[in-house]
């Protein structure tokens, strides 16, 4: 990006009742970081952590949005949902631990994985969760 002041927000609904759409967002905002000339490693994580961030919503919450901040330093992404909440939130970041019904499984979703992932691909993330209110989690992908 060649302006260091320049930001550019981007905003996205997340539907929730269809699998064939998780992932737009995440596939977007990979366009538009390839177009701006990104490091591919820093488009991958990116990618990857928002892709995980919406399969959690689908599966978990019944959708959701993401607000997608981009500058020359770093890519912020702020995911939130109305879904259930995170009981406990240390629980969740474990490898393998799911919460993801049985037919989400059969379709090979529901891993454990997804928040482990996030947290991996990401510089920073912090997680809000309240049960019956929803959860918002926030991505930072340093460049």
Do not use: C, W
Not at 62 to 69: K, L, P, S, Y
């Amino acid at each position: 990006m060649a302006e260091n002041n320049k930001v550019i927000r981007l905003h996205y609904e997340v539907d929730g009742e269809d699998f064939s759409l998780a992932g737009e967002a995440s596939s977007n905002v990979k366009k538009v970081l390839k177009q701006l000339g990104f490091d591919p490693q820093v488009v991958r994580k990116v990618a990857i952590a928002m892709y995980e961030g919406e399969i959690n919503m689908v599966i978990h919450a019944q959708g959701g949005t993401v607000e997608v901040e981009i500058t020359p330093a770093q890519i912020k992404m702020i995911l939130q949902d109305q879904g259930p909440g995170i009981p406990d939130i240390d629980l969740a970041m474990q490898e393998g631990y799911s919460t993801a019904p049985h037919k989400i499984r059969e379709l090979g979703f529901g891993a454990g994985m997804g928040l482990p992932n996030m947290k991996s691909y990401t510089d920073e993330m912090h997680i809000r969760s309240e049960v019956g209110k929803g959860t918002t989690v926030e991505m930072i992908v340093k460049t």
